[in-house]
């Protein structure tokens, strides 16, 4: 059977969320914001018409923002993570495999979907229902590779005859496009490694694709030989269906204003603890090294940057937030430094195990490990129920460093008072 695969992106995703529940902001520019209001992570195509760059401060974008109405969001993370659960939904209904690539990326395994329906209609028809169902406009891609699904999908979104989908199962399709893409567009060719190929004489996919697999083995790496192979049909790189373990957890955030007070700081961190341990837990893994870091702003001139960070390996792995917040304090008060004005602290959880799959230490109480995890449980399960919410007091009641969100829409999908009203 010969294998198929679909990448499914959808457009300009968070700029979408935001104005799928107003109606007003209809063919008005429209970005959204990092953490603390700070850079343009994302634009609708009115925003990007008006020059608007990705990644750029927004302060040097401002008299743009003013002078043509653009209107700004904060990132909105619990709107966008439910409408991407939304779609990927709908993907699954429809796709046998189903591989989650980015909260707005997904593969499908098309593999035997040829033999019931043709793979062009196929995508036209997946397309619109989740146009329909979500209100989420996607791209799909359709090829014998997952490298190719991806050259597709750009092909997509660049050429509006194609109505945002393209088939590029057929050789001389794929060809034909490999010769208009440059080789700096094929997946996993970064810029540095673009400026080698060109340097080279490889400017287009197409160049590419007709490199000996052998020979970009050999003086370039594995990965690029299998990106040979991808480009010229053969399937290299499996459906991940299921996702892969986390080697690690990280919390951290940039804060609304530099912070000095060491309790202050202290919030900050225990707030990224409680946070790491609900991810552990969702993973279903206990961790044994736990690390705490802290620094100031390395731009502000005249003023000392600092930067710490301290790991330590627990006796026992765990996921009670109890445990961790322990560890964290014992490790913030050991690296805080007074009279530093602190832009960011972050909390790290990494040596993972599995549940009961370790050697406990000789002192440790089953009875204590038993409470742990129905405790945790019932934490966890309050806090995901939307009816209530439970943080211990290390925390802080009224939290004043967290990130600037002036520009935040309502959590439109995921908070009852919150929900639109249609008069």
């Known amino acids: ?12 995703f968070y700029a979408s969320c935001e104005t799928l529940f107003r109606p007003d902001l209809k063919n008005k520019p429209v970005v959204v914001l ?12 009115e925003a990007k018409a008006l020059g608007i760059k990705m990644g750029v401060p927004m302060f040097q974008v401002q008299a743009d ?13 619990a709107l966008y993570a439910d409408m991407s659960s939304r779609v990927m939904t709908l993907l699954e209904q429809e796709a046998p495999q189903v591989e989650e690539y980015s ?24 397309k619109a229902k989740v146009d329909k169902w979500t209100g989420i406009s996607v791209g799909i891609g359709i090829a014998p590779s997952k490298t190719l699904a991806k050259l597709a999908n750009y092909a997509a979104k660049k050429y509006p005859a194609t109505g945002a989908v393209v088939d590029l199962m057929a050789p001389d399709r794929q060809q034909r496009l490999l010769a ?32 000996d697999p052998k020979v970009a083995r050999r003086e370039f790496s594995v990965v690029l030989e299998r990106t040979v192979r991808e480009l010229n049909g053969v399937s290299c790189l499996a459906l991940e269906s299921v996702r892969p373990v986390k080697q690690q957890i990280i919390c951290s955030r940039s804060f609304g204003y530099k912070i000095t007070e060491q309790r202050e700081l202290r919030e900050a961190v225990s707030k990224y603890t409680c946070r790491a341990a609900e991810k552990l837990r969702a993973e279903r893994r206990l961790c044994r090294a736990v690390s705490v870091f802290i620094r100031s702003s390395p731009h502000i001139p005249h003023e000392p940057f600092y930067a710490k960070t301290l790991s330590v390996e627990l006796p026992n792995p765990t ?14 008060d050991r690296i805080w430094r007074p009279g530093v004005r602190y832009m960011k602290a972050g909390v790290i959880l990494s040596d993972f195990y599995e549940q009961g799959v370790f050697q406990t230490d000789f002192f440790c109480s089953a009875s204590h490990k038993a409470k742990s995890k129905q405790l945790m449980t019932v ?4 806090n995901h129920s939307g009816v209530g919410n439970l943080f211990f007091a290390a925390q802080g009641v009224t939290p004043q460093w967290s990130m600037k969100r002036e520009h935040l829409s309502p959590c439109y999908t995921t908070r009852w008072k919150d929900l639109p009203l249609v008069r």
């Not at 059977?1 to 300009?12: E, H, P, S, T, Y």
């Not at 953490?35 to 609708?44: F, L, Y």
């Not at 395994?109 to 793979?119: F, I």
């Not at 996993?188 to 160049?207: M, N, P």
């Open 1 to 12: 059977m010969k294998r198929a695969f679909a990448l499914v992106d959808c457009n300009n």
């Open 65 to 77: 923002i003013e002078q043509h109405g653009v209107v700004c969001f904060s990132s909105n993370y």
């Open 103 to 126: 909260i707005d990326e997904a593969f499908l395994d098309l593999s035997g979907v040829a033999t019931a329906e043709d793979l062009l209609s196929f995508g036209r028809r997946v």
């Open 34 to 45: 990092s953490n603390n209001d700070g850079c343009i992570v994302a634009r609708s195509k």
């Open 180 to 211: 208009l893409v440059d080789v700096g567009e094929v997946w996993g060719v970064g810029r540095r490694l673009s400026e080698r190929l060109r340097a080279q004489g490889i400017q287009t996919a197409l160049d590419l694709s007709q490199v």
């Open 379 to 382: 934490l966890d399960h309050i």
């Open 319 to 332: 996921d009670d937030t109890r445990d961790l917040l322990d560890v964290t304090k014992v490790i913030f």
